[in-house]
């Protein structure tokens, strides 16, 4: 029951992202030449909605279905390996216009060029971790 | 049913986007889709050349299954939530520096003129595709998430590692569009 919520909750993401041309290649490019609000819009209602429910579940401290406390997002206080990897990551990202998250949803939609994008990026990930213990964090 | 079919709006989209951060929360999960890239090095056996690989899989289960509805979802929409060779309302400023580039036919969700095979395996479709791929993986592992769970997630739950991780994306975007990818499209 509880996998097809996962599903379901990935079927919702990947509709909202083709509907929003958030996948577009065109709309990163314009996005990264400041030609557009829209992906802007995209992205800051989207943080501003999430913080404003993460705040109510912190508030209430309920437990997840599981039974088990929710897993609220706490990212290790790095600040060179954020900073680094954010810039190689967003090379890439304004390269092949998709994020992972667009990269699955284009393979969906039918632009099956992006499967390769797909590999290369395990390959990049596969990388990183063999040579994790000596990159400066 | 019409507006089931055009594109929808950032006020609306945006926000939906931004409900799945507590409805993962609420499911027993976390809202990022990057950590899969490690996933798949697992499930193709990279366990068994470096032990950074040897995960939990059933701890990861949840994303993973996240990211097959995903590919579901992409298909849903553009087979029967969509009408059939629409263009996106880029503004005419965008449209120009696409053209620019060399990449004249900005019909449709994708530039035709790049996503296609033949394109794919020429030098400067390896370089935008294949090496963009790798520093996609690279990246946002070293950075420990990616737009989703940095930005939106990581964000939501205001994280300082998320800012200067967004922040750097944004870099590299920029770089990436102003230099690299000028120098690898411009005939």
Request: aromatic residues 14%.
């Amino acid at each position: 029951m509880k996998n097809i919520l996962y599903v379901f909750s990935g079927v919702i993401f990947g509709i909202v992202m083709f509907k929003s041309e958030a996948i577009s290649w065109f709309r990163i490019q314009e996005m990264f030449r400041f030609q557009a609000f829209h992906m802007y819009g995209i992205m800051g209602s989207a943080v501003v909605v999430g913080a404003s429910f993460v705040a109510v579940l912190r508030r209430l401290g309920m437990n997840s279905i599981t039974g088990e406390p929710m897993k609220f997002s706490e990212k290790k206080k790095l600040y060179k390996s954020p900073l680094i990897g954010g810039v190689i990551f967003g090379l890439g990202w304004a390269m092949t216009g998709a994020c992972p998250g667009p990269l699955f949803v284009n393979v969906g939609a039918g632009y099956s060029v992006m499967l390769v994008v797909i590999g290369f990026a395990a390959l990049g990930a596969f990388v990183h971790g063999l040579i994790a213990h000596r990159l400066p964090r | 049913m019409e507006f089931i079919f055009s594109p929808w709006p950032w006020y609306v989209t945006g926000p939906l986007i931004g409900l799945l951060v507590p409805l993962m929360l609420i499911l027993g999960s976390s809202f990022g889709v990057s950590g899969n890239l490690e996933t798949i090095c697992s499930l193709v056996g990279a366990g068994k050349v470096s032990d950074y690989f040897k995960l939990d899989l059933k701890r990861r289960m949840p994303s993973l299954l996240f990211v097959i509805g995903a590919i579901i979802g992409g298909f849903i929409a553009a087979n029967w939530l969509s009408i059939e060779n629409y263009s996106i309302a880029l503004s005419s400023d965008a449209i120009n520096s696409i053209q620019s580039l060399g990449v004249f036919d900005t019909t449709g969700l994708q530039p035709s003129e790049l996503f296609n095979w033949e394109f794919l395996f020429s030098v400067n479709g390896f370089l935008l595709f294949c090496f963009g791929g790798f520093l996609i993986g690279f990246g946002t592992r070293y950075a420990g998430g990616c737009t989703s769970g940095h930005s939106i997630s990581g964000l939501s739950n205001l994280q300082l590692t998320s800012l200067i991780a967004s922040i750097g994306f944004f870099i590299g975007g920029l770089i990436s569009t102003h230099f690299l990818i000028p120098l690898i499209l411009t005939p």
